[in-house]
């Protein structure tokens, strides 16, 4: 049976060159975006699947930038998503590989329709992150440091949750590899024999001088958790959930 990797994490935090990085190993991702304006090798999401999600969004009264937990959806968004899943399960391949960030708050409905899951996650310094949305969507910095705290306690609560792997994308280039290849190990990819195929370092961009900002004490907070969460992590273990995990 199909397992489905969800890729969990903000925007502008990493979350496409993982994803990317896991498909050059074999991570199954479908038909996604693989060149974009903001991201130099594309998002690598399905469009299909980040339609659905805004509509989602949409129908709970929140969008990406003023987002809020999917507690509700109807027959439509099911039949949307039983197509979308039912699509990955045809291709035949054992290990596929979901990224969206609104997915944070979508989770629970992607849950309900997914027989097998595990998670991925990414973080990244809350002052990068800002400058990257101010850059690409204009937002100001304290509305950008604000939607990183929703996202990122959303992340919080599923490590809480499912205790699974972590990256952090403002570590040094090698490090980075090294955690890439962990990750690969622990979803049974292929060890990439080069995991430079698709890294590289100028994906990072806005990624110099945040130990000297300020940020809001909340915001601190949530990162401090992310960075002691991932320095002490094992990721030895593969765990893989199923519908109705407790």
């Known amino acids: 049976m199909t397992v489905f990797t969800l890729i969990l994490g903000m925007h502008r935090s990493g979350t496409s060159c993982l994803t990317g990085c896991l498909e050059s190993a074999g991570l199954f991702l479908g038909d996604v975006v693989t060149e974009a304006k903001f991201n130099k090798r594309g998002n690598r999401e399905n469009k299909k699947i980040v339609q659905l999600n805004d509509l989602l969004l949409a129908h709970n009264s929140a969008s990406w930038s003023n987002p809020m937990d999917i507690v509700s959806w109807d027959m439509e968004h099911e039949l949307a998503r039983g197509s979308l899943i039912s699509s990955y399960a045809m291709c035949d391949n054992y290990s596929v590989g979901i990224k969206d960030p609104r997915i944070c708050f979508s989770l629970p409905f992607w849950l309900d329709g997914i027989e097998k899951y595990r ?26 440091y604000d939607l990183w ?28 590899l090294q955690d890439i290849e962990s990750i690969c190990s622990f979803l049974d990819l292929n060890k990439p024999s080069n995991s430079a195929d698709f890294f ?33 992590q094992d990721i030895a273990r593969n765990n893989i959930y199923t519908k109705g995990h407790q």
């Open 200 to 232: 590289e370092s100028s994906l990072r961009n806005h990624n110099i001088g945040n130990e000297y900002i300020n940020l809001p004490q909340n915001t601190t907070h949530i990162y401090n958790e992310l960075l002691e969460y991932y320095n002490n």
């Open 119 to 144: 998670f991925i996650g990414t973080f990244r310094h809350p002052h990068s992150v800002a400058l990257s949305l101010n850059y690409r969507n204009n937002m100001p910095l304290d509305v950008a």
């Open 149 to 176: 705290n929703k996202y990122n306690t959303k992340l919080l609560e599923y490590l809480r949750s499912y205790q699974f792997p972590l990256l952090c994308f403002d570590v040094e280039n090698a490090k980075y």
